[in-house]
């Protein structure tokens, strides 16, 4: 059985991160060893919340694992408290990152433009640094524009489609030949086109935008089931255009649910009846 180490938080409400990574790894048939960075009874877009940070558990996972033998098909890190988290997930690397190993990098830093709360000049710098170790990175626009050095702003000044998904390319092939990874830029809304959220796949030699019905908002947790739905494609044989397509679908059944039960945006989307969809 295919085994995913999956460095990121637990928050208790919000569907995101590793309540969201879990059951795709574990529908998908790979098996999901968790390191959490953290532990949060809500993700940080709720007005309160409380986090226990879990930085020093990281090196002493490494060890506990190194003893036990263990080994992983995948690597796949994505909400990191801190700069001090990304140096001990080197050592991590160091130790598990072998030839075999696909790391997918989720440099969760913010979205719609606005960094999350635990946002420092500090992290972007370390997570640049990991991005370029990265086989896959899935940011959203706004973790985009940050590692690539573009503005969200100027982006957002382009009145169509066209001229936005070209500056929205130009941003995301700049990361992609700074890493050499593949690309995949999630949740593009471009404007005119309220009805439809797209993604944005850029390799060393081309690029493919994708994009399937929405209701416009802008929920918890979608980027990081996006995310883990590619993962677990990749584990499971299937090549990531293929992934991306299945990603898409499972993400709009849930989102369409989501919208017409009215649940409050920080709450997440209602994925887990389509989880079958993953099978
Ligand atoms: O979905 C990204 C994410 C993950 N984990 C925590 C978050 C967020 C986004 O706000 O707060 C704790």
Redesign the pocket.
């Known amino acids: 059985m295919k085994k995913v180490a999956v460095i ?2 637990l ?1 208790s409400f ?1 569907k ?2 590793l309540t ?1 990574a879990i059951p795709v790894l574990s529908v998908m048939g790979a098996q999901a060893c968790p390191l959490p960075t ?1 532990v ?1 009874s809500a ?3 709720y007005p309160s ?1 409380f ?1 226990e940070d879990l930085t020093r558990a990281i090196p002493v996972f490494t060890d506990e694992w190194s003893k036990l033998g263990a080994s992983f098909d995948g690597i796949h890190t ?2 990191i408290t801190g700069e001090e988290q990304i140096r001990h997930i080197f050592d991590f690397l160091e130790v598990f990152y072998t030839d075999g190993t696909l790391l997918l990098v989720d440099p ?1 830093l913010g ?1 719609q433009g606005k960094a ?3 946002f420092t000049d500090g992290l972007l710098e370390q997570m640049k640094v990991l991005a370029a170790q990265a086989d896959i990175i899935t940011p959203n626009i706004t973790e985009c524009c940050l590692l690539a050095g573009s503005s969200y702003d100027a982006l957002h000044r382009f009145a169509d489609e066209k001229n936005y998904l070209k500056a929205i390319e130009e941003a995301g092939r700049q990361l992609q030949q700074e890493t050499r990874a593949e690309i995949i830029i999630t949740g593009i809304n471009p404007p005119g086109l309220q009805a439809a959220v797209g993604n944005m796949y850029i390799n060393d030699a081309h690029t493919i935008y994708s994009s399937v019905s929405y209701n416009g908002k802008s929920y ?5 089931l996006f995310a883990s739905v590619l993962m677990g494609g990749r584990m499971r044989g299937m090549n990531l255009e293929q992934s991306i397509t299945l990603a898409e679908n499972f993400l709009s059944a849930a989102i369409q649910d989501t919208d017409l039960s009215e649940t409050p945006v920080v709450a997440g989307v209602n994925f887990e009846k389509y989880l079958r969809m993953l099978l």
């Open positions: 990121q938080d928050s919000g995101c991160s969201a953290a949060l993700q940080t877009e919340y986090c994505g909400y969760v979205d999350y709360n635990h918890s947790g979608t980027g990081d």
